[in-house]
Every structure is written in structure tokens, then in C-alpha cells.
């Protein structure tokens, strides 16, 4: 369908949203880095000069002891176990180490300069996934330059270390969720009102190939817009998915907007949204998300078509801090796209996929230290179902 005045409203609509970035466990957030704070720093006071040089408080670190300077330094390690079959003969099993990602991040010259560095080491690859500098202006105010997460859906912002699952759900990688290069105004993920908006390079962090040489450059800059705004209740840590702080009923809800323009003639633009929210309890902890999305398919930009929509919903129950059973559903119902040109065929049917996953994970030191497993069974449209088996040991510090 094509409504042009209402797309048009719409798109410029999602300027006036906006969040932040992801959190760790039980810890309050820096808005400088958006790196997670230890209780003892959160409270400690600013002109307390006696501070060690070097030590582990939720990393190993290295401070000036009579400045704003430090580093911290962070691991994260995931070995894993799959097996896949397409079909009923068609299957593939290995060992991988699906991560091995270090982890820099602190202060410089300022208490309200941030900055973060993360590399990842993992399956086979070495690839840059954080590189930006964050300064607060006010406790309600930061800007962000550099390569980090969209604030874009909240099971990918919530991190690779803190997911109730081994991997997320299709939904992620369907509406656009994830890296990317630009500026963005956030407040940091903390009680009450967050937000976020932001302006993107609109490719990803994928290396392309140019001139037989790999670059995570993009050659065009295609503008992609994303915003979003939130609500978190007091207690509630709102990007880890499981409820290990067995704490008081909480919440936080938030909806984000994205509009990847139309730059590039070979690249058609599209407009996605969605709603998502966590609930907590005593070990309970539910997430849902509803995704909707419209593709352009003619020479303007606001000529779109409603290309489908999208949900999931999660749930796990953590028993005495031990063991976790969870289960997610997720439904996506979208047009076709033709490979070729990468535009959607508006003229065909939407198809329906539907992923069950099932897991039950093991925690040894809470998030730092973990088993988990899951088994997922996606069931296509043309009847060519899809089975996966993931065990991953995990260990985070």
C-alpha cells in the first residue's frame, strides 16, 4: 500500500523518540562509557584521592590515582557446541570458539570522558566491534562518536554475555538490528525516562571488498535514522535477560523507530519500528517484542510497501541461583525479497516462519561463569524445517 503523506509523517516522527546503551548485572550505569559502574564506584566520593593504582573490581584496571584516568580491562569467552540439519538428510556439527573478545574501556583526561574499545578474536576472524568515545555534557546528556550498537531492539542491545539463550532470535538480524557507524544523544540505561537518537552510516560493520581488499568503509553514505525512548522502574537491570538479582516486581519498556533513507539507487530505503518490554521478579523475568516494517518499491522514497511484521517473546525462571529452564516463540511474517536486486516482490504472498527454542542453562559464579543449551526448530514455509542444538560454556569477567 502507499500512503505517502502518512510515511511521511511517520519518518519524521521518529526524530521527536529516543535510549541508550546496553548494561551489565547489578551494576548502575556510567554515562560516559556506558559501561556498567561497580556499587563502590557509583558511591565513592570524587575527591577521594586514595585510590589504588591497579586492581580487579568487575575487570582488572589501571588508574591514575590522583585523576579522572583509567582503564579496565574485560574478557569474554565462549566456547560452543552445534549441530544443524536442514531437512531430513542434510546436517553439519563442530566446535567453535564463537567468542574471544577483549574488552578496553574508561575514562580519560575527564570524568565525563568515556571511551570503549572491543575486539573480537573469535571463529576464525579478528573483527572490531566497539571503537567510540563518549562525553557527558549533563547527567541527562551524552554524545557517542564512533562504531558501537544502534539503540535498535532490545535483545540486541542486551549484551552476548547476559542473554537467557546461546544466540538471539531471528528478529535481530530480519529488522535491522545492530552495528553501526555515527554520532547519537543518549542519556544512559538508568531509572526512569531513557533515550536515544542517532544518526548512522546505514551499512553495518560487515568488511566489504573493494579493490580485492577488505574495509569496513562503505564507498556511499547511506543515512540511516534510529531513535528510541524507554522506561525503567528502580531495580531492574534492564539489557540482561535473566532475573539473577531475585529482586522486587520491575519493568522497562521502549519502543525504537529506524529509517534507512534512499541514497543509493542499487540500495532501495526502508522504515522499521518496534516495541519491546522486560519484566522482572524473584527469578522470573519475561521480554517481548513486536516488529513492524515497510520496504520502498518505487523510485521515491515514501513509495513503501508494508513488507510484514514480526514477534517474539521469551521466559525463564532461575532456580536458587543454579539452574535456569526458558522457552522463546517467534513469528515473522514478511514478502519475499528478490536476491538480485535486494528489493522486495510486492506482488507475492508474505510467507510465515515460526522458531520454538527451548533451553536450560547452568550458573556456576552468576553470568561470569555458565552453561547453557538450547534446541531450536524453525518451521519454513515450504516445509523444509530447520533443527539446531547449541551447548556453550561461557566465561565473562
Known amino acids: 500500500m502507499r500512503a505517502k503523506a502518512y510515511l511521511a509523517a511517520f519518518t519524521l516522527g521518529l526524530f521527536g523518540m529516543g535510549f541508550s546503551g546496553s548494561a551489565f548485572a547489578q551494576r548502575m550505569i556510567d554515562p560516559t562509557t556506558g559501561e556498567p559502574k561497580s556499587v563502590l564506584e557509583a558511591e565513592a566520593d570524587p575527591d577521594d584521592k586514595d585510590k589504588p593504582v591497579a586492581g580487579f573490581d568487575d575487570g582488572f584496571f589501571i588508574q591514575n590515582p590522583n585523576g579522572p584516568d583509567k582503564l579496565t580491562i574485560n574478557l569474554l569467552s565462549q566456547f560452543r557446541y552445534s549441530f544443524r540439519r536442514l531437512g531430513a538428510t542434510t546436517s553439519a556439527s563442530n566446535f567453535s570458539v564463537n567468542s574471544a573478545r577483549l574488552i578496553l574501556h574508561g575514562k580519560v583526561l575527564s570524568e565525563d570522558l568515556g571511551y570503549k574499545f572491543a575486539l573480537e578474536t573469535g571463529r576464525g576472524f579478528i573483527v572490531l566491534k566497539d571503537a567510540y568515545a563518549n562525553y557527558a555534557f549533563t547527567d541527562e546528556a551524552a554524545i557517542r562518536v564512533g ?5 535498535f531492539d532490545r535483545q540486541e542491545l542486551t549484551s552476548a554475555s547476559l542473554l537467557m539463550f546461546v544466540s538471539r532470535g531471528p528478529t535481530t538480524e530480519i529488522f535491522g538490528a545492530g552495528r553501526d557507524i555515527g554520532v547519537m544523544i543518549h542519556n544512559g540505561a538508568k531509572p526512569g525516562v531513557e533515550y536515544a537518537a542517532g544518526l548512522f552510516n546505514g551499512t553495518g560493520i560487515d568488511p566489504l571488498i573493494r579493490d580485492g581488499e577488505f574495509t569496513d568503509i562503505p564507498s556511499k553514505f547511506e543515512p540511516e535514522a534510529v531513535v528510541r525512548i524507554g522506561y525503567n522502574t528502580p531495580h531492574i537491570v534492564p539489557y540482561e535477560a535473566s532475573d539473577l538479582q531475585y529482586g522486587p516486581l520491575a519493568y522497562s519498556i521502549a ?3 529506524a529509517a534507512d533513507f534512499d541514497m543509493d539507487p542499487a540500495r532501495p530505503g526502508n522504515v522499521r519500528a518496534e516495541v519491546d518490554a522486560l519484566i522482572k521478579y524473584q527469578g522470573f523475568s519475561g521480554t517481548g517484542s513486536f516488529f513492524i ?3 520502498q518499491d518505487g523510485s521515491d522514497y515514501f ?3 508494508f513488507t510484514g511484521f514480526g514477534a ?5 525462571y532461575v532456580i536458587k541461583g543454579l539452574v535456569e529452564p526458558a522457552f522463546r516463540y ?4 514478511l514478502r519475499p525479497t528478490n536476491a538480485a536486486t535486494g528489493r ?23 553470568q561470569s561463569l555458565k552453561w547453557q543449551n538450547e534446541g531450536t526448530v524453525d518451521f519454513t514455509p515450504r516445509g523444509r524445517n530447520r533443527y539446531a542444538w547449541l551447548s556453550q560454556l561461557q566465561m565473562a569477567f
Open 147 to 151: 562504531q558501537y550498537k544502534k539503540p
Open 255 to 257: 519502543a525504537s523507530g
Open 293 to 295: 516494517k515497510s520496504d
Open 303 to 305: 513509495d513503501q510497501t
Open 312 to 316: 517474539y517473546v521469551q521466559a525463564g
Open 330 to 333: 517467534t513469528v515473522t511474517t
Open 344 to 366: 522486495v516482490e510486492a506482488t507475492k504472498p508474505r510467507e510465515t516462519t515460526t522458531q520454538l527454542a527451548a533451553a536450560i542453562n547452568l550458573y556456576f559464579f552468576g
